[in-house]
């Protein structure tokens, strides 16, 4: 898990430099809100509150300025968490063949669980609240014009 840390740490600068980075960073795995409900997401995001991961991203939080410039670096930072995520999932996808090819399935399992519980889950929370911030944010640039 530390290693997949690193490796999005360090992926999500590099990416940033693409030119698509932004047309990435909208992207959803699903169409509507219910599909991740249906996925456990909300029970995730218990689980996280409830214990010291989170305290993780402190960058991701709405203040109580609610301000469209804050929402906004709010959605930046989601983002780019999420990316990193992203990118951690695929290297440890790799490793987790790796592991299950040497070491076998017991193994190969435990990484494929501590991956999805580490990087896939946090991927789809990020999307979940990304949508709905996203919908904050036009709410209130609506509200402007």
Sequence with gaps: MFLSFIVGVMADPLLRRLANYDWLSSRYLFANSKAYENLGVLWYRK??????????????????????????????YMASAEIGHWVALAAMLGLTVVAWWLRGPKIGIAHLFFNTVGNLYPCLLQQYNKRRLCQLIAALEKRRT
């Design 47 to 76: 689980l996280l509150l409830a214990t010291p991961l989170r305290s993780f991203n402190t960058m991701i939080h709405l203040s109580n300025d609610r301000s469209l410039v804050s929402l906004q670096r709010t959605r930046q």
